[in-house]
């Protein structure tokens, strides 16, 4: 059977999807160069503990004789290259940590979105009639909600139902679940939209024919060419879900201050700007907005270059 | 004098890696009152002619080379204000599909009176009353009461017969009809194509009628013009074309009508299809389909030669005509003699 | 177009019935009404007591019947820490939070169409190569970011406008206290306004410009070319109108991001508004309030959604009425 039907898959295969986009994108300077910073982002986030200079986890991480050092070229203070924060905690260290954080946050909230949408997706595509039907019109009632509301709205009633040191414990995974429940039809309905295209095509009627099952259908022959519209929206979800988790912790319904993400940062950093302690806001302030601005600039890229037909003008 | 000639008109779309040709060295004329078919399947280029004919080419692809001229005046180097003022007004143009020809927030009456006066100073209840005839004269039934209507309250058929309506209202010398009834019903296309022809009489104006169909030509075209991948391998008057069509492409078109075939025979196709842009045969683009390629079809380009029928770019007609032609003799020679 | 219409109010009542629910349970678990009521210097016996008698032992289903029953009578409890009617509380509040989602959205037009227009009319144009760069950088900087940082500049270091609250107010009509008619209330908005007004912007500006791109792809702006208009009355007759109505509705759907928004704005201008007062009634664990405000801001989110579905079939009705569509 594997060897009967294996060949009437269709060729784009991914890895050379992915060269393909590689190639192209080497074209394009602004492209290459936001996905070279989006690279070292990631790099960053990884490898935070081995490049920080300080350890988050040490005792003596969190100094109070050291709170509110200006950046290096302002104290001449070479310990501290950024400064230090309220607590005296080296601010490089920080963000370098606060940073993992986001990016795992995103991609974990991204990741669930995923899972939900494909499974939702092929069911509703593949099944059709009255459970597309049903499933189709939740999402766009879900979808109709904006996500930050529901988040904000969702992560405060839980706030007030668990008090606030429970929540502090449960933070992450709360906004990981809350983020990643709240977007999944954005990815049903491409996989959907993907599934009722593909569900046409020959080489779907001859593996049905062949008796292959349906859910060796989905997941074999049908999820594979999912992959390029996937790619597309994948980067703007996982910068759209930072985002939001940094907005969510500024309000203080995100992580807290102890194991601050991005946002949190930012959050702790604002109170001390009026005082003059700037750095404390900017600096993670800068960071955020670039890790954003690169993934957007990605998205739209792949976007454009993935689905040739936008840009055409008039005479 | 012609009224629109067209000379060696090249058309590319410009792509970042390589122009893609979609025209190569067209060349035609119209002259006034003149009825002309221009036939291909589709992909032949037939519609890309009618819009470079109007400077409404979608946006890679601009006029190479080669020269349109309207009445003695060269259409190709015209400004944008320019065309303006020719387009509707000298030629005017017929789109494919009645449905999305029409804009959908506008009304009918918008649509028409906004044509005239952008072209005429006149007040708006003259230009009112004159839509409002021009309505009447396609046979529109309560003209005054569609004037007030969104296209979304027409039927197709109505659609078409409003959008003649509006070219027609600005007298154009010229109309440039984009196979104006395939998106309509079978039953309606004749009564389509009977008021076009009819209103191009009436009016004294030429018609260049874009058509996949030799059964609409017939009915309409004084001449015909048979395109195949981006060049006119055929043109002549169109009875004599239809009763002795000389170029294999216009006998495969022909052969391939529904009544050509007898009852339970299948229908003559051509074997194969039309070649895409980016994969243009060498020589005479038709070899790989045609019946009759030789060596030198698949090398070199034919240029037109007259049949007695008409004018038409085949080698083998070329061969044949050189037999026939002792002026021509050393043609004749060749092959296996 | 009856049958659609319909649909539409079930689906919202629907939906405003679920959020009723959530509210009503958000309510019975946090806090307990009676501690409120008495303090805890009554005995549990007396305590049980009350509870019986407000209906706190009766099942859910007949509690949460009550409850809406209640709802629809205008009645959403009262808040604990203002001791007033909860739709009273947020009823002052709105009026500000209108008032900025108002002037927020009138930037936002203003600034986004010309720009959105333009850059679909000269997609290679360098300008609007840039305004797209732009957008996507304003898309890229977070809403608490922009006010943080719009707020310190001009209210700390260069003291032009206020930095917090809503200044004077006048009372209009005898309806709502406004800050829209005297120059301290418009200073106070300014900030605010502007921030939301600069990360909405870009959204809109981006939709604008697809949707204009598609339009003027169309056959029928062919047509009008071909019938010899002008450029000027093309693009904004023939296109700008089908362009908007599509950004109508994907505007209508961004009700919810800019509820959200005005939390967040709200919060850092200390705007006395909806939004500031529910980040406030979760901080003191205000129950009443909480769900109170869920409710009203279920209920002014579905009436726009709803509304905007509903005038978009109308005013356009060559749309195949989508059952779902995306």
């Known amino acids: 059977m594997n060897i009967l039907h294996r060949p009437l898959i269709p060729t784009s295969t991914k890895p050379t999807r992915l060269r393909h986009i590689l190639s192209a994108i080497r074209g394009d300077k602004l492209a290459l160069f936001a996905l070279l910073i989006f690279a070292f982002y990631c790099l960053v986030a990884l490898l935070a503990p081995l490049l920080a200079p300080y350890d988050s986890s040490s005792n003596d991480f969190m100094d109070l004789l050291n709170a509110e050092l200006p950046p290096y070229w302002q104290s001449g203070d070479s310990r501290f290259l950024l400064g230090t924060d309220t607590q005296g905690r080296d601010l490089l260290s920080v963000i370098l940590y606060g940073t993992r954080l986001s990016l795992t946050i995103g991609v974990c909230a991204v990741l669930i979105q995923l899972l939900l949408g494909v499974c939702i997706g092929l069911l509703s595509g593949y099944i059709g009639g009255r459970l597309d039907t049903f499933l189709m019109r939740c999402a766009d009632i879900q979808l109709s909600f904006s996500t930050m509301m529901v988040a904000i709205v969702v992560l405060a009633v839980f706030q007030a139902l668990f008090g606030n040191a429970a929540y502090q414990q449960l933070a992450m995974l709360m906004l990981i679940i809350v983020l990643g429940i709240a977007e999944w039809p954005i990815f049903a309905r491409i996989i959907r939209a993907c599934v009722l295209a593909e569900k046409e095509k020959e080489y779907v009627d001859a593996a049905r024919i062949m008796g292959v099952s349906k859910v060796r259908i989905m997941f074999r022959h049908i999820l594979p060419n999912t992959v390029s519209p996937i790619l597309v929206i994948l980067t703007i979800q996982i910068a759209n879900a930072i985002v939001a988790e940094a907005a969510l912790s500024f309000l203080g319904l995100g992580m807290p201050p102890t194991q601050p993400s991005l946002g949190a940062l930012i959050s702790s950093g604002v109170n001390y700007l009026f005082s003059g302690a700037w750095w404390i806001a900017v600096f993670p302030s800068i960071t955020l907005i670039i890790l954003i601005f690169v993934m957007n600039l990605l998205g739209d890229w792949l976007r454009d270059h993935l689905n040739p037909q936008t840009g055409k003008g008039v005479p | ?337 | 177009m009856l049958s659609f219409v319909l649909r539409r109010l079930l689906q919202a009542v629907l939906v405003l019935l679920t959020i009723s629910f959530a509210s009503f349970m958000i309510q019975g678990k946090l806090g307990d009404p009676v501690r409120q009521m008495v303090g805890t210097s009554v005995s549990v016996e007396q305590r049980e007591a009350l509870r019986d008698e407000l209906g706190l032992n009766d099942p859910t289903l007949v509690q949460y019947g009550r409850f809406l029953g209640q709802a629809l009578q205008g009645d959403l409890g009262t808040s604990y820490y203002y001791k007033e009617s909860t739709l009273t509380v947020i009823a002052n509040r709105l009026p500000a939070t209108l008032e900025l989602s108002f002037c927020a959205l009138v930037l936002v037009i203003v600034m986004a169409t010309p720009l959105g227009v333009f850059a679909a009319i000269n997609p290679k144009n360098w300008l609007s190569r840039s305004i797209l760069l732009f957008s996507t950088l304003g898309l890229s900087i977070p809403i608490f970011i922009v006010a943080v940082f719009l707020m310190y500049f001009f209210a700390i270091e260069w003291r032009l406008l206020p930095s917090f609250g809503r200044g004077d107010t006048t009372q209009v009509l005898g309806l709502w206290q406004s800050g829209l008619f005297n120059k301290d209330g418009l200073m106070h908005l300014l900030l605010p306004s502007v921030s939301l007004a600069f990360v909405m912007t870009p959204i809109f500006i981006r939709l604008i410009r697809a949707e204009m791109i598609d339009v003027l792809q169309s056959d029928y702006i062919r047509f009008a070319w071909s019938k010899g208009i002008s450029a000027p009355r093309i693009y904004f007759i023939h296109a700008l109108k089908n362009t908007m109505l599509p950004v109508i509705t994907v505007g209508g759907i961004q009700t919810g991001t800019l509820i959200a928004y005005t939390i967040l704005t709200e919060s850092i201008f200390q705007w006395p508004g909806m939004g500031f007062l529910f980040m406030d009634a979760v901080t003191r664990v205000d129950a009443p309030l909480i769900s109170a405000y869920l409710i009203v801001v279920g209920l002014i989110f579905v009436v726009t959604n709803t509304l905007v579905d509903v005038v978009y079939g109308l005013v356009n009705p060559r749309v195949r009425i989508p059952g779902y569509s995306a």
């Not at chain 2, 007030?148 to 007298?171: D, F, K, N, T």
């Open chain 2, 1 to 337: 004098m012609s009224l629109l000639s067209v000379n060696h008109l090249n058309v590319v779309f410009r792509q970042r890696h390589q122009d893609l040709q979609a025209l190569f060295d067209v060349s035609f004329s119209v002259s006034r009152g003149e009825r002309l078919a221009i036939v291909g399947e589709s992909g032949a280029g037939k519609s890309i002619l009618g819009y470079s004919l109007v400077n409404l080419l979608s946006k890679p692809g601009v006029i190479d080379s080669g020269s349109v001229k309207f009445d003695g005046r060269e259409l190709t180097t015209l400004t944008a204000r320019q065309w303006q003022e020719i387009r509707g007004k000298k030629i005017a143009m017929i789109f494919q599909d009645p449905m999305i020809t029409l804009n959908p927030v506008l009304s009918v009456g918008d649509q028409m009176v906004e044509a005239i006066r952008s072209h005429t100073r006149i007040n708006y209840n003259d230009a009112k009353k004159l839509a409002i005839e021009k309505l009447a004269h396609v046979r529109i039934s309560s003209p005054a009461q569609r004037f007030e209507q969104y296209p979304h309250e027409l039927s197709g058929g109505m659609r078409q017969r409003v959008i003649i309506a509006i070219v027609l209202l600005l007298r154009p010398e010229i109309i440039i009809a984009d196979e104006p009834t395939t998106a309509l019903d079978v039953t309606i296309q004749a009564g389509i194509l009977q008021l076009l022809k009819q209103v191009c009489e009436d009016n004294g104006v030429a018609l260049i009628l874009i058509t996949h169909d030799f059964g609409v030509v017939s009915r309409i075209a004084e001449r015909t013009i048979v395109m195949y991948a981006g060049r006119i391998v055929e043109q002549g008057p169109t009875l004599e074309i239809i009763n002795d069509p000389q170029h294999p492409y216009t006998q495969g078109l022909l052969n391939a009508l529904p009544q050509m075939a007898l009852p339970g025979q299948r229908l003559n196709q051509i074997q194969g299809n039309m070649p895409a842009l980016n994969n243009h045969p060498s020589g005479c683009a038709f070899h790989p389909r045609c019946p009759y390629a030789t060596d030198k079809c698949r090398e070199n380009t034919p240029g037109f030669v007259f049949s007695g029928v008409s004018t038409v770019a085949c080698f083998a007609i070329e061969d044949m005509l050189a037999e026939f032609d002792p002026e021509g003799g050393w043609q004749g020679e060749v092959e296996d003699e």
